[in-house]
């Protein structure tokens, strides 16, 4: 059966196949424009843990996700395949995970790591193998990206994109980061660890195709993440979560608010999205949840706008997912991703169908 022909049989008002790819779609790799890598890694988090098993979540919440979305009811119809991660990122993740406490706990405890041998020896391993991470994730993006697809990343944590944006750097000359997030992730080596997840962003800033960096939400920083972001000059534009809320107390509206931030962005755009950047009650397990940020609504909105301008969004990112005792972070995360499907393809001028219009 071909691709045609699995549209015409499927039935997207049916609970999705159990034994489908992600969202419950019948299509395979080929067949699918949208290839999403899993990146199951967490091995530098200091606080709360679990990002992990955000991709697994994701999926299976993502069977109950209905596919006739408002915005894009055609969107299924592209294809939307989850990737299979290696076994050995799980388990190197939770190898060195381990490792990586005794070294967080002695600095936490006001340690010189380098006077203690073996805590040094780990260290080097650790970043070590998140290099190797970072790598092999470049590697997989740049082989769904060389037949043709478009590829989005799910983490695992923060850290995890790096080699996605390197592949993406690979691919086009100059690009911004739309970056939606409770942190900036402007440390440098963050306890040590060079691949951190409090890193990203400065990282990211090390790769010279990535032209400026756009935060929204930001509301919790330290000192170093400030004089790198001011050092950076008009490259790393931060719109914190108190400007914004100033702002709408006084009168502005979101809509101006979104225009303001899409307008400067760069002609081609990366989403990167934390999902702590959104209120804490809808995904109360992340790793580092922060009072205050957006609402789904407000995320979708500004990534949906961001799609109806002439910008180019060339990939996304969705990260720091991790379940808890119920299926509710999971569920967000599916439905997010869902829409930043729709966004992308929309933006990459594919048939996503016309916006589902109701009578009122």
């Not at 609970?15 to 424009?33: N, Q, Y």
């Not at 299979?84 to 790591?113: F, R």
Request: hydrophobic share 40%; with cysteine.
């Amino acid at each position: 059966m071909n691709k045609q022909q699995k549209i015409e049989s499927f039935d997207p008002s049916q609970p999705g196949l159990a034994d489908a790819s992600v969202f419950g779609l019948p299509f395979t790799a080929e067949e699918s424009e949208i290839i999403i890598v899993p990146v199951p890694w967490e091995v530098t988090v200091s606080y709360g843990a679990g990002t992990s098993e955000g991709p697994n979540a994701i999926l299976d919440a993502s069977f109950q996700v209905d596919l006739q979305h408002q915005e894009f009811p055609e969107l299924w119809k592209l294809g939307i395949y989850m990737d299979e991660a290696p076994e050995h990122w799980a388990t190197n993740s939770a190898k060195y995970k381990s490792l990586a406490q005794p070294i967080i706990e002695a600095l936490e405890a006001g340690e010189d790591v380098a006077t203690f041998p073996a805590l040094q020896s780990d260290l080097d391993k650790i970043n070590k193998v998140c290099k190797d991470l970072k790598n092999e994730v470049k590697d997989r993006v740049l082989h769904w990206m060389k037949q043709g697809k478009k590829v989005v990343l799910l983490g695992g944590d923060h850290s995890t994109p790096l080699g996605y944006y390197e592949a993406l750097a690979s691919q086009h000359e100059s690009f911004g980061i739309l970056h939606l997030d409770a942190h900036m992730d402007l440390r440098i080596a963050y306890e040590g660890f060079t691949y951190s997840h409090a890193s990203i962003m400065y990282n990211t800033l090390q790769i010279p195709q990535v032209s400026k960096i756009v935060q929204v939400g930001i509301r919790d920083f330290c000192e170093q993440e400030v004089e790198v972001a001011q050092k950076e000059g008009n490259r790393v534009l931060v719109h914190t979560d108190m400007d914004l809320k100033a702002e709408t107390f006084e009168g502005k509206t979101w809509a101006q608010q979104c225009d303001d931030i899409i307008a400067s962005l760069p002609e081609k755009v990366c989403i990167s999205f934390d999902i702590d950047g959104m209120y804490p009650w809808y995904c109360p397990n992340t790793g580092t949840p922060v009072p205050g940020g957006f609402s789904f609504e407000q995320a979708a909105y500004l990534l949906s706008r961001l799609a109806e301008t002439n910008k180019e969004i060339i990939g996304f990112d969705l990260v720091e997912v991790a379940p808890g005792d119920d299926d509710w972070d999971g569920n967000v995360g599916a439905r997010m991703l869902f829409h930043m499907c729709g966004v992308l393809a929309k933006s990459q001028k594919r048939n996503v169908g016309q916006k589902i219009k109701f009578n009122r």
